[in-house]
């Protein structure tokens, strides 16, 4: 493909939206690409390469500014990697933050639900751990 690929193309190979892949150039994450007479963008091996690892670092829940900091380390390999790891060491402690949280949910849920035991609704766990605000504020976030 040595004549480059057009946006919508790109957004096909990559896996990134059409608008996406406009706001990533815009905030520089990816460079403005070369342009046709006709003013069209085109996307050469190393953009579509470049959106690739934006798209899966994005799946992995990296934030933008983490992206562009291991981007600036990819194009820049001689470098330590320690950057790298501790980028990644903080979405890891991120992660297991979020874990937590969603374990304390799945057990307050759990719990409403062992608590209600299909009675009446007077009687219901669910009803009255919903309308309890003071009860669980906090503790799940």
Do not use: W
Not at 8 to 13: D, I, L
Not at 30 to 59: M, N, V
Not at 116 to 139: M, P, W, Y
């Amino acid at each position: 493909m040595s004549e480059g690929a057009t946006i919508g193309e790109a957004a096909r190979q990559s896996g990134v939206k059409i608008p996406t892949i406009r706001y990533y150039e815009q905030i520089g994450l990816l460079a403005a690409p070369g342009r046709t007479q006709s003013r069209r963008r085109i996307y050469e091996k190393a953009d579509l390469r470049r959106l690739a690892f934006i798209r899966h670092s994005r799946e992995l829940g990296f934030e933008v500014d983490a992206i562009r900091t291991l981007l600036s380390l990819q194009d820049n390999p001689d470098q330590s990697c320690v950057t790298a790891d501790e980028t990644a060491r903080a979405r890891l402690a991120e992660v297991e933050q979020r874990i937590a949280g969603l374990q304390a949910l799945r057990t307050e849920l759990q719990r409403m639900i062992d608590g209600c035991a299909k009675g009446q609704v007077c009687n219901c766990r669910v009803i009255e751990t919903l309308a309890d605000r003071s009860h669980t504020h906090g503790r799940l976030a």
